[in-house]
């Protein structure tokens, strides 16, 4: 198996008014190409404070992350990000296609490649013909398919996502966890998610980190060893994502 990223002994210190916050201490793990991991742990541990360093926004006090075998200093090639608050996420002065259009930019596609890409996108994430409609004119649940189909009209290699169903219904959310599981297969994508929901964590996911402490460490790395493909019935109802779920949980408030 090949190894997409490698997060090797980094640690986080945040300055403050009352000295030196440590946030996240000598974290390292491995992402393999095509996993699915979960990043989980308690609010305020650091998850996203990790989700950002990977995105190269900002770089780690000491330690190194490396993507597709290149170290990084900024926000790596093939990377795409999706955050958890659609509304602040897409322009809502441009229609979908040109919010998608402004992110390819830099791609510098022929037009006739960048329809393309914007069509095949939205079609992938069930929004084909919304192409011409406003952010403001879809329901919460669509906005948020239309910052994934931004993501992978770049063709990303790797899709790193904050806490992206925090506030759809739980419908939605359902639909939208099965939308990522197909990206991944129908892309090839490695996906890295933080998510505060362990439930959604162990459904989708390959591999579960958790984050426990402060600073944070790893504090167990769980192998989600549930056949794919998953299904919302089948698999939550398995036995064994029930013992996963709360094995889990039990590391997230520091039971075990
Ligand atoms: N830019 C920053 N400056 C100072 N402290 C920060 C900064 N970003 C995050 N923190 C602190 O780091 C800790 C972890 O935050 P965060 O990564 O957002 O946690 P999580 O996503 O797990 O809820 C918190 O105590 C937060 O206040
Ligand atoms: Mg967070």
């Given at each position: 198996m090949t190894i997409e990223i490698s997060i090797r002994n980094v640690c986080m210190e945040f300055p403050g008014a009352d000295g030196v916050k440590h946030v996240l201490d000598n974290i390292s793990y491995d992402v393999q190409e095509h996993h699915f991991v979960s990043i989980v742990g308690p609010s305020g541990v650091g998850k996203t404070t990790l989700l950002r360093l990977l995105t190269g926004l900002m770089p780690p006090t000491s330690g190194e992350i490396h993507v597709s075998g290149q170290r990084i200093s900024g926000p790596p090639k093939g990377l795409a990000v999706v955050l958890q608050d659609y509304t602040r996420s897409l322009m809502p002065w441009l229609t979908v296609e040109k919010n998608i259009a402004l992110t390819l930019r830099k791609q510098k596609l022929g037009r006739a490649n960048m329809r393309e890409r914007i069509e095949s996108s939205l079609e992938e994430v069930g929004l084909a013909g919304t192409g011409k409609s406003y952010p403001w004119q879809l329901s919460g649940g669509m906005q948020q398919r239309a910052s994934i189909a931004r993501a992978l009209a770049t063709r990303p290699d790797i899709l790193v996502m904050d806490e992206p169903f925090a506030s759809v219904d739980a419908q939605t959310r359902f639909d939208l966890e099965d939308l990522v599981l197909k990206v991944r297969d129908d892309f090839g994508i490695t996906t890295v998610m933080v998510t505060h929901d362990i439930d959604e964590a162990v459904y989708l996911s390959d591999e579960i980190v958790v984050l426990h402490g402060?600073?944070?460490?790893?504090?167990d790395v769980v192998t989600v060893d549930i056949p794919f493909p998953r299904s919302q019935m089948a698999t939550r109802n398995n036995p064994h994502f029930a013992e996963l779920r709360t094995h889990v949980y039990a590391m997230v408030r520091g039971l075990e």
């Open positions: 402060k600073p944070a460490q790893v504090r």
